[in-house]
Every structure is written in C-alpha cells, then in structure tokens.
C-alpha cells in the first residue's frame, strides 16, 4: 500500500512541476500578447492560466490570471501590464511551493506548514517591492492584496510582525508610514542579499 501510495505521490509531484513550467510559458506568451495588443490572445491565454492555477489549487494565482481575462478588452496596455506583474508574482509563489515538495517530500507534514509557502527570497523581493510601488501609488485595496499574499509565505518572526504593522498601518489608511517601515525592510533585505 505505501509503495502506490508513494507512487501517487510522486505521479502528482511530477503533475505539479508539469503544470508549473507550462504556466511559465503561458505566462511568458501573455507577456507578448499583451505587448502586441491582441486582446482575444490575452484573453485566451489568461482564461488558460486561471484554469490550470484551479486545477491544482493556486486559487490566488488563477484569482490574478483571472482579472486579466476579464479586463483584457477594457483596460490600456500599462494597466494589464500592471496586472500581468500580479499574475507573475502569484506565480513565482506557485513554482516556490512546487519545488520546495520536489526537494524536500517528507518535510510537507507538521503544524504550520500547510498553508505557508516556502519563501523564495526573489519572489518576496518581488513582493515587497510590488507593495512599495502600490504603497506610492496610494493604493491600499491593492496594498491590502499584496500584504495578504506576503503572509502567505513563511517569513522571519521579526518581518512576520513587521507586515502585521504595515498591513494595520494600510487598513488605517496610514500609507505614509507603512511605506517608511516597507522601504526600511527591503533596505535590511538588500544588505542580506
């Protein structure tokens, strides 16, 4: 029993890591469509992504490929671009999770680990600085977004509680202040890395 049951493991790790690269390539595709112009591969390409982000439980991701189809015949080039940015970042948390199962199967278990995604130092660079931009940007129901997906990933104690602030900071409409405590974290991320 635990040999099929390992073999299903496996067959469904492998599923993950197929799905993943072929989303890279859609992502990649959309990228060109969306620089051409063409709304109907846009929103072919995006109506694919969302699917197969549903298919294997990357809600957030299919959310974020999702928005693109739905707005790809009203919105300008740069917002969708703004868009895809989003897509890409939900990604890089999709191939981080497929590749933490692939290096490490047997450290999946234990309490805590089961909603938290492995951070990907890059992809939370990334993060931190879609969320400055949005910060600048005044934007706070799309900083709020951006602060829910950092939480899903498994920070550090110390940034862990420093989001929480910024994220309140945010809610309060205090923008001003969250962007100082962001722009100190990714200066602290910078010296690290």
């Given at each position: 029993?635990?040999?099929?049951?390992?073999?299903?493991?496996?067959?469904?790790?492998?599923?993950?890591?197929?799905?993943?690269?072929?989303?890279?390539?859609?992502?990649?595709?959309?990228?060109?469509?969306?620089?051409?112009?063409?709304?109907?591969?846009?929103?072919?390409?995006?109506?694919?992504?969302?699917?197969?982000?549903?298919?294997i439980?990357?809600?957030?991701?299919?959310?974020?490929?999702?928005?693109?189809?739905h707005?790809?015949?009203?919105?300008?080039?740069?917002?969708?671009?703004g868009?895809?940015?989003?897509?890409?970042?939900?990604?890089?948390?999709v191939?981080?999770?497929?590749?933490?199962?692939?290096?490490?199967?047997a450290?999946?278990?234990?309490?805590?680990?089961?909603?938290?995604?492995?951070?990907?130092?890059?992809?939370?660079r990334?993060?931190?600085?879609?969320?400055?931009?949005s910060?600048?940007?005044?934007?706070?129901?799309?900083?709020?977004?951006?602060?829910?997906?950092?939480?899903?990933?498994?920070?550090?104690?110390?940034?862990?509680?420093?989001?929480?602030?910024?994220?309140?900071?945010?809610?309060?409409?205090?923008?001003?202040?969250?962007?100082?405590?962001?722009?100190?974290?990714?200066g602290?991320?910078?010296?690290?890395?």
């Open positions: 029993m635990s040999r099929v049951q390992w073999n299903v493991q496996e067959t469904f790790r492998k599923l993950l890591g197929d799905v993943s690269r072929d989303m890279e390539m859609l992502l990649r595709d959309l990228r060109q469509a969306i620089n051409k112009g063409d709304r109907k591969e846009i929103r072919r390409l995006a109506h694919s992504m969302a699917g197969a982000g549903s298919n439980s990357a809600y957030d991701f299919s959310k974020a490929a999702r928005r693109v189809e707005v790809a015949d009203k919105e300008r080039e740069d917002t969708l671009s868009l895809l940015d989003s897509v890409e970042a939900e990604l890089s948390r191939v981080a999770s497929v590749a933490s199962l692939e290096q490490n199967p450290d999946q278990e234990g309490p805590g680990k089961e909603n938290a995604v492995a951070t990907d130092m890059d992809a939370l990334h993060l931190l600085e879609t969320l400055e931009e910060l600048n940007s005044l934007d706070p129901l799309g900083s709020s977004e951006i602060i829910e997906r950092i939480s899903g990933h498994a920070l550090p104690r110390d940034m862990e509680e420093e989001i929480k602030k910024i994220d309140m900071l945010v809610r309060d409409f205090g923008l001003d202040e969250a962007g100082e405590m962001l722009a100190e974290i990714i602290r991320l910078r010296d690290e890395g």
